[in-house]
């Protein structure tokens, strides 16, 4: 198999690591076969959307979920390191409320796969980083909700190197306690 997957704390969450074939020209790899993904997950899906963002040192997207229709998400970074945050928000969960996190970088070719149920955040440590991710259901804007990243009651040990620069939506991120949440 060419994709091997690692439970987080969470163990839904998993860390994704492609076979990655390189020499002195370069390197290749599959980002995504739909039949390895799902081997490697137990999870199939039709993503259904690919998103591209491109973010400069310490801009921090996030906590963000869709609760009508919850997005599973296949996060990779090609170029740039970033902190990759999780927050289990399903109510039912024996882990709810509890956060893992993984430093994905274009180098590593590390991804990670969050299902659906689960609040999503990265904070860019490099000068810049471009991040891709496929998404399981469309972006709906009525759907959308945010979390406050620095939410004390969640506690994410973000490794911050200065001031977070954030858009006006993340800064009004609410508190776990006030979030619209998952049964």
């Known amino acids: 198999m060419n994709l091997k997957a690692t439970p987080t704390a969470l163990p839904e969450v998993l860390i994704l690591e492609p076979k990655v074939f390189g020499d002195e020209r370069g390197f290749f790899f599959e980002s995504f076969n739909a039949r390895s993904f799902a081997l490697a997950t137990g999870y199939s899906c039709t993503f259904v959307q690919d998103n591209h963002s491109r973010s400069v040192k310490n801009v921090l997207r996030g906590l963000h979920y869709q609760l009508g229709s919850p997005q599973g998400k296949l996060i990779r970074v090609v170029s740039g390191d970033v902190f990759d945050v999780a927050v289990d928000l399903r109510r039912q969960s024996p882990r709810f409320g509890q956060w893992t996190s993984i430093q ?10 969050i299902p659906p149920g689960f609040a999503h955040g990265f904070l860019v440590l490099s000068d810049e980083a471009e991040v891709l991710y496929k998404v399981s259901e469309y972006w709906n804007q009525a759907d959308e909700r945010t979390i406050a990243w620095n939410d004390p009651q969640l506690g994410i040990a973000w490794p911050l190197q200065g001031a977070v620069i954030q858009s006006d939506k993340d800064r009004r991120g609410v508190s776990l306690a006030e979030a619209e949440l998952f049964p």
């Open 104 to 113: 994905l970088s274009g180098e590593s070719h590390r991804q990670l796969w």
